[in-house]
């Protein structure tokens, strides 16, 4: 493959920009014209709708803007990614992030695409979920690469940590998750029991379901939100906090303060915070302390011209470093309670009785459902 220093970026066939590499190693970006004149700011903090060439810092995130950086595979597609370019003689060190884009192409998350785009893969056979899910383990244990095309083409352009499939489930895109080395095997029912009970605390999730298997309880599944159904072919701009904040999650630099001033001022909607009080609740009273910043994202609704939070993920009984959480509450991260979640309301606006009230439904209902993860 050869080097890229420029790649068109697209939303629903529809360009929006152009990165260009400056000085060997940052990605500047500049908004196209037709883009100026009718779309909308993509990472409204950093790339505010205006004429000019942006410049991203070195770091934390190698040169690139949070907002493309958050199309880039990480922990699972980024080991697939590499070990397919290694089986294809190519040198992933030798590639930055442009040509990584490049095999991005049309396969990301989100809405945004890139152009030109580079095919590493080829087509294989469909496989059960058990045999993916062994191959998966395989791989994350030996230097194996024997199904490699096959499960990049799957996940290959995936988020998180966990191996997972980018897939169509009865005609809809859903992913599905498989337990990585760190995990116990019954990770997918345990984040299912984790999805109904967020549910039942009033947190808005995707549906979910939890996939047979005969080697487990079953392989945890979500339908995706950032695809509409097929007729409305359309795809969903979304960004993470760690995108719009122009951070990385590998770094627990964020307070729910912090988040919900993010919150407040990316939707102007008091609503809004509301639901990230609720999750942060949930993430406190649940033990769901991995709640970095790529684990809260927003969705850009075209139509009404306004940002959401997107439907809750990644709900599970964790740890971050040191077993703290990756995001504090009101600065604590070791053992937050009800008045760290209460100060957090207070600052935002939220009424001390509402607050008060929502805290103590989640506790409840997680105390009831999910008492034997605790
Ligand atoms: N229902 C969903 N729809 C669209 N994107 C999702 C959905 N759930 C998760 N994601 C995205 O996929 C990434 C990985 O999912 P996540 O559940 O966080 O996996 P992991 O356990 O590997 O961290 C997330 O960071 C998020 O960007
Ligand atoms: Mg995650």
Redesign the pocket.
Same mark, same amino acid.
């Given at each position: 493959m050869d080097r890229i220093n420029k790649l068109d970026v697209f939303y629903r066939e529809r360009l929006v920009g152009t990165m260009a590499l400056y000085e060997r190693c940052l990605a500047a970006f500049e908004y196209s014209d037709a883009w100026l004149a009718d779309g909308f700011p993509i990472s409204p903090f950093s790339l505010p709708l205006e004429k000019k060439v942006f410049i991203p810092k070195i770091d934390p995130l190698e040169g690139l803007f949070g907002v493309f950086s958050?199309s880039l595979p990480d922990?699972?597609g980024r080991l697939l990614t590499d070990r397919l370019m290694l089986k294809n003689g190519m040198n992933p060190k030798q590639y930055g992030n442009l040509e990584r884009l490049a095999i991005v192409g049309d396969s990301g998350?989100g809405a945004l695409t890139y152009r030109p785009s580079v095919e590493l893969g080829q087509k294989s056979q469909e496989r059960s979920l058990d045999e993916i899910a062994a191959e998966c383990a395989q791989i994350l244990h030996e230097d194996y690469n024997g199904n490699l095309d096959y499960l990049f083409e799957k996940g290959g352009s995936?988020?998180?940590?966990?191996p !997972?499939i980018l897939t169509k489930v009865d005609g809809e895109d859903w992913?599905i998750?498989f337990p990585s080395s760190e995990d116990y095997e019954n990770i997918g029912a345990e984040e299912y029991d984790y999805a109904m009970c967020a549910k039942e605390c009033g947190i808005e999730m995707?549906p979910v379901r939890l996939f047979p298997s005969e080697r487990c309880e079953g392989y945890f599944g979500?339908?995706?939100?950032?695809r509409l159904s097929d007729e409305e072919n359309g795809r969903i701009h979304m960004v993470?906090a760690a995108g719009l904040l122009e951070t990385s999650h590998r770094i627990p630099n964020m307070d729910y303060h912090l988040l919900m001033r993010l919150t407040l001022q990316l939707t102007n909607s008091m609503e809004e915070c509301e639901k990230l009080f609720r999750r942060m609740c949930f993430n406190v009273f649940a033990h769901n302390r991995d709640d970095h910043s !790529?684990?809260f994202?927003f969705l850009y609704k075209e139509e009404e011209q306004r940002w959401v939070l997107?439907?809750a993920?990644?709900l599970t009984y964790s740890y971050s470093i040191g077993g703290e959480h990756a995001t504090t509450v009101n600065g604590n991260g070791v053992n937050p309670g009800m008045a760290d979640l209460l100060a957090v309301a207070k600052e935002i606006g939220i009424q001390g009785a509402t607050a008060r009230r929502v805290a103590s439904q989640v506790n409840e209902c997680v105390e009831e459902r999910l008492r034997k993860y605790m």
């Open positions: 958050d922990g699972w998350m995936s988020g998180g940590a966990r !997972k992913i998750k995707m979500t339908k995706r939100f950032d993470t !790529k684990n994202t997107s439907p993920y990644d």
